[in-house]
């Protein structure tokens, strides 16, 4: 991943129609079951090398209900096997686990600042005061 949607999402689809990988489903194909918009933690690359910021998360009309999660990364394997906020897709009868393969993530944003409920914010401090 990525970025992830909460309970506050009211459904209005914006987030679907700007993601430039195709990683969000709407509320009848989220493979949770919850009735919210998801992203699919193993298409997101969180926007890297196509837009400076998420873009789901830019024009969410329902502010803090995208936020970040942790890197999809091999380090991070167990919790993305976490059944009851993710179900990872498959290929060939494989789990698209982070191991399988993992994604590009936004390097700038440090592994403190991530986690569900952690606000994705327009520009990390550090790039602020840099100024
Ligand atoms: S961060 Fe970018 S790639 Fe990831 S779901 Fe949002 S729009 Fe799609
Ligand atoms: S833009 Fe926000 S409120 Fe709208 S569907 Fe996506 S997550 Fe839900």
């Known amino acids: 991943m990525a970025v992830i949607i909460d309970d506050k999402c009211i459904t209005c689809d914006a987030c679907l129609q700007v993601c430039p990988v195709n990683a969000i489903v709407d509320d009848s194909d989220n493979p949770t079951g919850e009735k919210r918009y998801y992203v699919q933690p193993e298409k997101c690359v969180e926007c890297v ?10 024009i969410c009309p329902s502010i803090g209900t995208i936020t970040w999660d942790m890197p999809f990364t091999p380090e991070f394997e167990e919790h993305f096997l976490n059944g009851e906020i993710y179900k990872l897709g498959e290929k060939n009868g494989k789990l698209k686990t982070p191991s ?23 520009e990390p401090e550090e790039l602020n005061e840099a100024g």
């Open 49 to 58: 090398g196509i837009y400076d910021d998420p873009q789901c998360a830019a």
């Open 100 to 122: 399988f393969r993992k994604k590009k993530f936004r390097e700038d944003i440090p592994v403190e600042d991530r986690g569900v409920g952690r606000l994705v914010e327009e």
